[in-house]
């Protein structure tokens, strides 16, 4: 995800990033939530420190033997209005915090405007790229764009002696703790997680390796290619800024396919990054 100050001060190169990526994202609309966000904080700090320059006067007066009935009358309208302001400040943050999940990671410098997962597409199923990584749900769209096409698919490149990992992901299913009826739910999880229910209600490859098996082999060219390589992968980690690490995958990526160093060199940096996320 991005920062939202960046995405603030930077809106010419988001606009930039967004069209690079072949996204429509309504920037204009982000901004301009967060414009009257800036706004009403600013309000709402000249409020709290009339508040404070007045709870110091109110105090005087009362030690003076003063009557501050009049100034506390008047802190009871400026409380009112703070309370106000804050509550449509958390509606206005709410707001933008969905919104700039809309909003895709920048580009990296390397990569050729352009070239968007839809131009892979369209490149590979023509014949004119010789390889193209992507999951296995791919095979839908080659079988549509290219019916007759002859490809192979391999499992993703590892060292001599080392293994063969991926990453993985899906849908999370959860219980929230505030349910008044977990019991209920975890009986649901645990029906949609058997095989024949699973493969039954999973568009794609099912989390049951049983029902995977079965969906892979009625379904997908390779099939055992494709098990092999997904019991071999890891889960995704479940953190916010996922996106972030993905971005950091795929530029490394990319930098061993250009060859821009060493492939050591390459993915020892971007575990590096990856780590310092994941603190």
Same mark, same amino acid.
């Not at 990526?21 to 901004?31: F, I, R």
């Not at 420190?49 to 110091?56: F, G, L, P």
């Not at 369209?122 to 764009?145: C, H, N, P």
């Not at 349910?179 to 949609?192: C, G, P, Q, T, W």
């Given at each position: 995800?991005?920062?939202?100050?960046?995405?603030?001060?930077?809106?010419?190169?988001?606009?930039?990033?967004?069209?690079?990526?072949?996204?429509?994202?309504?920037?204009?609309?982000?901004?301009?939530?967060?414009?009257?966000?800036?706004?009403?904080?600013?309000?709402?700090?000249?409020?709290?420190?009339?508040?404070?320059?007045?709870?110091?006067?109110?105090?005087?007066?009362?030690?003076?033997?003063?009557?501050?009935?009049?100034?506390?009358?008047?802190?009871?309208?400026?409380?009112?209005?703070?309370?106000?302001?804050?509550?449509?400040?958390?509606?206005?943050?709410?707001?933008?915090?969905?919104?700039?999940?809309?909003?895709?990671?920048?580009?990296?410098?390397?990569?050729? %405007?352009?070239?968007?997962? @839809?131009? !892979?597409?369209?490149?590979?199923? =023509?014949? /004119?790229?010789?390889?193209?990584?992507? #999951?296995?749900?791919?095979?839908?769209?080659?079988?549509?764009?290219?019916?007759?096409?002859?490809?192979?698919?391999?499992?993703?490149?590892?060292?001599?002696?080392?293994?063969?990992?991926?990453?993985?992901?899906?849908?999370?299913?959860?219980?929230?703790?505030?349910?008044?009826?977990?019991?209920?739910?975890?009986?649901?999880?645990?029906?949609?997680?058997?095989?024949?229910?699973?493969?039954?209600?999973?568009?794609?490859?099912?989390?049951?390796?049983?029902?995977?098996?079965?969906?892979?082999?009625?379904?997908?060219?390779?099939?055992?290619?494709?098990?092999?390589?997904?019991?071999?992968?890891?889960?995704?980690?479940? %953190?916010?800024?996922?996106? @972030?690490? !993905?971005?950091?995958?795929?530029? =490394?990526? /990319?930098?061993?396919?250009?060859?821009? #160093?060493?492939?050591?060199?390459?993915?020892?940096?971007?575990?590096?990054?990856?780590?310092?996320?994941?603190?």
């Amino acid at each position: 995800m991005l920062d939202p100050k960046f995405v603030r001060t930077n809106p010419d190169r988001v606009r930039a990033g967004v069209a690079a990526k072949g996204e429509k994202v309504d920037l204009d609309a982000y901004l301009a939530l967060d414009k009257e966000r800036l706004a009403l904080l600013l309000e709402v700090d000249a409020l709290k420190a009339e508040r404070n320059r007045v709870s110091e006067e109110i105090a005087a007066l009362v030690k003076s033997g003063g009557k501050p009935d009049e100034k506390i009358e008047a802190m009871r309208a400026v409380a009112k209005r703070i309370k106000d302001y804050d509550e449509k400040l958390k509606d206005l943050e709410e707001k933008l915090e969905k919104l700039i999940l809309w909003i895709p990671n920048l580009p990296h410098s390397s990569v050729p %405007v352009g070239r968007s997962e @839809e131009d !892979a597409f369209k490149l590979f199923t =023509a014949g /004119q790229v010789a390889m193209f990584m992507y #999951g296995e749900w791919g095979q839908d769209s080659i079988a549509a764009r290219a019916p007759n096409m002859n490809y192979g698919i391999g499992l993703l490149p590892r060292p001599a002696s080392g293994k063969s990992i991926g990453t993985f992901g899906g849908w999370e299913m959860a219980i929230s703790k505030k349910s008044k009826n977990k019991d209920i739910a975890f009986k649901f999880l645990e029906y949609a997680a058997e095989a024949s229910v699973n493969k039954a209600i999973a568009s794609l490859t099912p989390a049951n390796k049983e029902a995977a098996l079965a969906f892979l082999k009625e379904k997908r060219k390779f099939p055992d290619v494709i098990y092999e390589q997904l019991t071999g992968a890891l889960y995704r980690p479940l %953190v916010p800024n996922y996106p @972030e690490i !993905a971005e950091i995958q795929r530029a =490394a990526t /990319q930098a061993i396919l250009l060859g821009q #160093g060493s492939t050591k060199d390459i993915l020892d940096d971007a575990a590096a990054k990856i780590n310092a996320k994941l603190k």
